[in-house]
């Protein structure tokens, strides 16, 4: 009978609750980059400690995503969830107060990327706890829908908020988000994917935080001293290695009879693993836009912070309700058109974004690109979400959503470190050419937008060659 109800309406308590914490948790990742200028006049301080507060935050959630995912399937996942938004809480209360630059590290980076970290993988997990067949189609879109728009968002919040109040305002809301969606979690129903005595592996969790830590740190590194410094290949590759041990040491840890970090089942599950390659590839393509846009804007029209924000705003609005359409998508048609036809919009949109990319370019003349690539990406985010987490049995829902989660987290890390590169390099070289830096701008801009499009068709092509692998039936589970 529960089932039934589920099925006659997806818009319920427990839908708003995930969303609300995708949104709030996937904000405060962008809210501070338009205040730091504020910030370095307030604490006394320099621009590049500053970014440390912003980076510290993306490199928490991907170290411990896997781990929050886990502690979900060992312990409940409402119950992580609801612990996981108390600490959010209490990092946005300790940002709030801060008056140093180690306080605000220690609220919004570490408190609060904890916080997250046990919150995002939680609500997909619930989701699929909670939802089932079309509904779930639903509510994933909803879900990653809010939280892409989030992202947008938070510029434009965060600018207003210094601009009129104060930037500590964004956080003094959080506290009373997270109250409401302690209040939502009462009709929330619970899961749990592991019955037996839990079994913390102390070992793997130091392994693949320490990983994806030394991963994001050598991406986010290169952006400040380059490819070819020692500290970057050097943390990469030490991340490298360290993840071949956690991938070896759960392996040991499982033959022994022991519950592992993730199980044997999701390595070798390969619809899954194909997936979340997709994802990840798409992923490089999709940060690029956030962090190229603003840069463009700025360098040919000396743009402020705020008007920037608000730039994106039709960007935001085209990916959420794209992803609102990518359910009824699938229902109208095949999954496999309806994923082929939502890439294709996505590479019309890039290529649109080229053109349009000129010294002469207005806010207004880049919506048509913005717009169809928004539409296009909206779409099969929700889309392939629902295809990864429905690939996997909903007692292994919990790492898996930790896998998605850190997958995304390291695909926007990747796409902001090579984008930079790209860029910089790009402007660089034209300028030494005799170029004004606008032209520079927009020259490596639109070098920059074919490395999304090759990124876009790459993914394009491996929905086709795995088309016979993503049967309608699992897609819709």
């Known amino acids: ?219 986010i590194q290169s952006t400040t001293y380059g490819w070819l410094s020692l500290i970057v290949p050097v943390s990469i590759i030490c991340g490298v290695v360290s993840l071949a041990l956690f991938v070896s040491w759960e392996r040991k840890r499982e033959e022994s009879g022991k519950t592992p970090l993730i199980s044997s089942s999701v390595f070798k599950n390969k619809k899954f693993f194909i997936n979340i390659f997709i994802l990840f590839i798409l992923y490089l393509g999709l940060g690029t836009i956030s962090f190229f846009i603003p840069i463009f804007f700025q360098g040919v029209n000396n743009a402020s912070a705020f008007h920037i924000g608000l730039s994106l705003i039709p960007y935001s609005i085209s990916i959420f309700v794209g992803s609102q359409f990518a359910a009824y998508l699938v229902k109208w048609t095949s999954p496999l058109t309806a994923r082929v036809s939502s890439m294709i919009v996505a590479i019309i949109g890039l290529l649109i974004l080229r053109n349009e990319i000129s010294v002469v370019a207005t806010f207004f003349s880049t919506v048509p690109g913005l717009l169809i690539y928004g539409l296009g990406v909206g779409s099969i985010m929700p889309q392939l979400t629902n295809l990864i987490m429905s690939s996997v049995p909903a007692q292994e829902s919990g790492e898996s959503s930790g896998i998605y989660n850190t997958m995304r987290y390291v695909g926007l890390a990747f796409s902001v470190a090579i984008t930079g590169t790209i860029l910089v390099s790009g402007i660089n070289r034209h300028i030494a050419a005799g170029l004004s830096h606008a032209q520079s701008v927009v020259y490596a801009g639109r070098h920059m937008l074919w490395f999304n499009i090759g990124f876009a068709a790459a993914a394009l092509i491996l929905f086709v060659v795995f088309a016979e692998k993503q049967s309608k039936k699992a897609s819709t589970v």
């Open 1 to 219: 009978m529960e089932n039934t109800i589920q099925e006659k309406k997806w818009l319920t308590i427990p839908l708003l609750v995930f969303c609300l914490a995708a949104f709030i948790t996937a904000l405060d990742s962008t809210l501070l980059n338009v205040s730091i200028p504020t910030l370095v006049r307030e604490f006394h301080t320099s621009l590049p400690s500053l970014q440390w507060v912003i980076s510290a935050y993306s490199l928490v959630l991907a170290a411990l995503m896997i781990t929050g995912g886990r502690l979900g399937d060992f312990f409940g996942r409402k119950k992580i969830f609801m612990i996981g938004a108390a600490l959010f809480a209490v990092g946005s209360f300790i940002t709030s107060i801060s008056h140093s630059v180690p306080v605000l590290i220690f609220g919004e980076s570490i408190i609060e990327g904890l916080g997250a970290a046990l919150m995002v993988p939680a609500t997909a997990a619930l989701i699929v706890t909670n939802f089932t067949g079309e509904n779930r189609a639903k509510a994933f879109g909803v879900w990653t829908g809010l939280a892409s728009v989030a992202v947008a968002v938070g510029p434009i919040l965060g600018g207003w908020l210094t601009t009129n109040y104060t930037w500590r305002y964004g956080f003094r809301i959080n506290i009373f988000v997270v109250v409401a969606l302690l209040i939502g979690c009462l009709f929330v129903k619970d899961s749990k994917g592991v019955t037996e005595k839990p079994q913390i592996d102390f070992p793997g969790i130091l392994l693949s935080a320490a990983g994806f830590f030394l991963i994001v740190f050598g991406l």
